[in-house]
């Protein structure tokens, strides 16, 4: 089985500072980059999904936005992919499925951000693909969420979509344990 780590829209916007700010997006990038560490030493696939925003009025995730700095050095081998999205959903009018077929894919890693956005959205579409799919709990990230006047905050939003994720689409673990089953 030849696994694969799929990164998923680990941009400026989301961290300190940023348009769409996220809670703990810091530690969230240190642990992706513990599986981008890992995957890179033991030389398997890697793929970096970055969101374009391409809706008008979209107040974040433009082209003009570099990512974090930990990702910089994904030119260098073994990166198979850098892909855009302009879907939650990283397969959405991509060439994601295509790539990781192609790459000779067979299990998914993932890690990024939104919890309850992109990463959730393509982790379930990923298994619905027949993927067996692994989940980073501590390398993504959400944000609060406001339903009507009820306001839900960010770790009950992290718990709830990890929780939902959990067994049926993905096996959900921190990232260290990943790393220690590669």
């Excluded at 500072?17 to 990038?29: F, K, S, W």
Aim: hydrophobic fraction near 45%; charged fraction near 20%; include cysteine.
């Amino acid at each position: 089985m030849t696994e694969a780590l799929v990164l998923i829209d680990l941009q400026n916007d989301y961290f300190p500072g940023g348009t769409m700010e996220l809670d703990d997006a810091d530690g969230a990038v240190e642990q992706a980059a513990l599986l981008l560490q890992s995957f890179r030493e033991k030389g398997l696939l890697i793929f970096h999904i970055q969101h374009i925003a391409k809706r008008p009025g979209a107040t974040f995730s433009f082209p003009a936005r570099p990512a974090p700095s930990f990702t910089a050095p994904c030119s260098r081998a073994p990166v198979r992919r850098r892909g855009q999205a302009h879907f939650p959903n990283s397969f959405r009018e991509t060439t994601l499925l295509e790539d990781l077929r192609a790459a000779g894919a067979s299990k998914l890693t993932f890690a990024g951000m939104t919890t309850h956005m992109c990463v959730d959205t393509t982790v379930r579409a990923a298994a619905d693909l027949g993927f067996p799919c692994s989940l980073a709990q501590d390398g993504c990230a959400t944000r609060a969420l406001q339903f009507g006047a009820e306001r839900v905050e960010a770790d009950k939003v992290q718990l709830a979509y990890l929780a939902g994720l959990n067994g049926a689409f993905a096996s959900v673990k921190p990232a260290r344990d990943l790393c220690a089953a590669l």
